[in-house]
């Protein structure tokens, strides 16, 4: 069964502290996909990033396809980052579908 | 900007019910997904369709069906309501097929049965 696995479970932070999240793939993906998802809301889209690196503002995402696994490192980190990051993966066995990670919950604290 | 909407976006339905799901895009993407969302098992997809007039059944496609009447409309249809289908339900649209994980959800559907 193909499985994405997130580390840590829970993170608690102090505002403008720096966090790395991790995401690692039961099988070679080239497909990954990071989510942000407020308390019951919607997820949204951060990053693509299929591999090497990727920025958007103070998120940088890597993937080492080789190593199966992606991270997510969020800078200067705020209090509005709390929330779920979700990874995601191509399913291997169907090109529609797309495999989640159960994510990791960040806590900014002021 | 992508735009996925659903409604209802709360729901209590009795149990042996019938409960209907709406989601609307206007990303003009071919494919869309539900998914429900309960502590401890992430997110789960239920059923699919890469097109107008398909519907396939994902992971957990039991007590539930899929209808896809247009390339704008996916409803979720629960002929039967049950307690242990009390969740948040996801739709998104996706871009086609071919191993692009990108997808655009939509603000999401608590249900409650009783």
């Known amino acids: 069964e193909q499985q994405v696995q997130q580390s840590p479970a829970s993170l608690v932070l102090q505002e403008a502290e720096n966090a790395e999240l991790q995401c690692s793939f039961s099988i070679f993906t080239n497909q990954v996909q990071w989510f942000y998802q407020r308390p019951g809301g919607r997820l949204v889209s951060l990053l693509y990033?299929?591999?090497g690196t990727k920025q958007s503002g103070r998120l940088t995402s890597t993937t080492v396809i080789k190593e199966r696994r992606s991270s997510l490192h969020i800078s200067s980190s705020q209090i509005t980052d709390s929330g779920t990051y979700l990874c995601a993966m191509d399913d291997d066995t169907n090109a529609y579908k797309v495999i989640f990670g159960k994510g990791t919950h960040l806590h900014v604290l002021p | 900007e992508a735009a996925v909407t659903q409604s209802p976006r709360n729901k209590v339905a009795v149990t042996g019910g019938k409960v209907t799901l709406s989601c609307n895009q206007t990303?003009?993407?071919?494919?869309m997904y539900w998914y429900r969302q309960d502590t401890g098992h992430g997110l789960r997809l239920i059923h699919y369709s890469y097109g107008a007039g398909s519907t396939e059944k994902g992971d957990i496609p039991d007590g539930y069906k899929a209808s896809r009447p247009s390339q704008e409309n996916f409803s979720l249809i629960l002929e039967l309501a049950t307690p242990s289908q009390t969740s948040v339900y996801f739709c998104a649209s996706g871009v086609p097929g071919g191993g692009n994980a990108e997808q655009f959800f939509g603000p999401g559907t608590r249900l409650t049965v009783l």
């Open positions: 990303n003009n993407h071919n494919n």
């Open positions: 990033n299929p591999s």
